[in-house]
């Protein structure tokens, strides 16, 4: 039953994505419609999720990553391209006041919560929208990585208002994304609110480096 959804969830892919092609601006590419085709596919692809077994969240995902067509990197070419990756969003987020960091194999983007959304808000600002459209379109072009988006809060507040709204800044940056093309099946969401400080809580400047999203990016390798 499962090699049979598997083999389904790409073909209604398809077809949707025939039907909902816009021309991207930036490549002058056929690329999905933001406005249609995300919230479709978004769809198709959550019921193939659900019927897929795994030990874990992540080995689900490769699961439907591979039903989906996206092969698995071998080791021997995991490291390059991620170096490629890297290049491109290092090119691409230059001066946006979002940093990339590299840890093995791994990428992560870390977007300050004051360049992203407004206080106590998870709606996107206007002014990075540019700034996602130009990660979108790299995450789009490296289809073998993983994407793991998390929130972070400072510890200012109720725990269980920053755990929401952590979890709801990631829900808005990861269906940005899935609109620009970055499937679905690849994207995990978590909202860690204030358990994961990247600096002290005791100054106004450390508060202010843990309201970030990340966007973290792992190979999915064999």
């Not at 929208?129 to 072009?141: E, H, M, P, Q, S």
């Amino acid at each position: 039953m499962i090699h049979l959804k598997l083999i389904a969830l790409p073909l209604a892919c398809t077809l949707v994505l025939s039907s909902c092609q816009t021309t991207n601006p930036y490549t002058g590419e056929q690329q999905n419609s933001r406005s249609t085709s995300g919230a479709l596919i978004g769809g198709l692809i959550g019921a193939g999720l659900g019927s897929l077994t795994g030990s874990g969240s992540t080995d689900r995902r490769q699961k439907a990553m591979v039903g989906a067509g996206i092969g698995a990197l071998a080791g021997g070419l995991i490291g390059d391209y991620m170096d490629k990756q890297e290049a491109e969003l290092r090119r691409q987020l230059a001066g946006t006041g979002v940093s990339v960091t590299r840890n093995g194999n791994n990428l992560t983007l870390n977007m300050p919560g004051d360049i992203t959304f407004a206080t106590n808000s998870s709606s996107i600002n206007n002014g990075i929208r540019n700034t996602l459209d130009g990660v979108g379109i790299i995450l789009a072009k490296y289809k073998r990585t993983m994407v793991d988006i998390t929130g972070h809060t400072d510890n200012v507040g109720a725990r269980s208002y920053n755990y929401q709204l952590s979890e709801k800044r990631a829900r808005s940056v990861a269906g940005y994304l899935k609109e620009g093309g970055v499937m679905d099946q690849r994207i995990l969401i978590y909202g860690r609110g204030p358990d994961q400080p990247a600096a002290s809580n005791n100054t106004a400047a450390g508060r202010q480096a843990n309201r970030r999203v990340t966007i973290e990016l792992v190979p999915h390798n064999s």
